[in-house]
């Protein structure tokens, strides 16, 4: 990065280097841009934008800027399209110095609005009584023995019956048409100890099917219950 003045055609080559080099495949490729909108060489910037756009990468940018300006046209026209949810004008550099953890998370509520909180998940799983361990499958024989509950309406419906069934874990889906607008449930015969219980709590990625696989399934995600003494 070359510094004196901003160089945005150079940060844009640059992701895109990154991205061919350690990307993930499987992942969708993001630019975000922190600017003071005093932005140079807008040709070269609008011709790395545009390769970068044909590649399938979102590019979200985020100027902070005490004042609005005619800058702002080619901001908006540099970020993703629709720029209303791929654009964020931040208020000044100190105000943003001295409010860093707000402004950090209206830009990833903005952003990325799947993304997770292990702090607020926790939270989330301790008063529900169960927490999300694995998305898009479910789990192998080898995890535990299953039962197919049938259809029901909530997740709060699911988990009740694998608890009565004694089981502590659950798959389910979204409400479908195909369940008569209803959730299909699986219980499921996890072994879930009090130390997973409080581990999966705050650590969401990569949590493996004890002694077996995921198996892959779109409609399903697959929630562990927290255990009793």
């Known amino acids: ?46 011709n790395a934008v545009n390769k970068l756009k044909e590649k399938g990468t979102m590019v979200y940018m985020a100027p902070i800027s005490d004042h609005a300006g005619e800058w702002q046209h080619k901001m908006k026209e540099w970020a993703s399209q629709p720029w209303e949810t791929n654009y964020e004008l931040l208020p000044g550099l100190q105000s943003v110095k001295h409010n860093m953890g707000l402004f950090s998370a209206a830009l990833v509520a903005k952003f990325c609005p799947e993304a997770i909180s292990p702090s607020q998940e926790a939270i989330k799983g301790g008063r529900l009584g169960y927490t999300l361990i694995h998305e898009g499958g479910f789990p192998s024989n080898a995890c535990g023995r299953w039962y197919n509950e049938g259809n029901v309406e909530t997740l709060d419906d699911c988990a009740a019956k694998a608890r009565d069934r004694g089981y502590l874990s659950f798959s389910i889906t979204e409400p479908s048409r195909y369940y008569a607008n209803k959730r299909h449930c699986y219980s499921e015969a996890i072994a879930v100890t009090t130390e997973l219980w409080k581990k999966w709590l705050s650590e969401k990625a990569d949590i493996p099917c004890p002694g077996g696989v995921w198996l892959n399934n779109p409609n399903y995600d697959v929630y562990a219950i927290e255990p009793t003494a």
Do not use: I
Not at 39 to 46: G, I, V
């Open 1 to 46: 990065w070359q510094k004196g003045f901003t160089n945005m055609a150079q940060a844009f080559v640059l992701a895109d280097t990154m991205f061919q080099q350690g990307g993930r495949a499987e992942a969708q490729s993001a630019v975000l841009v922190l600017s003071d909108g005093k932005y140079s060489f807008a040709f070269e910037t609008q």
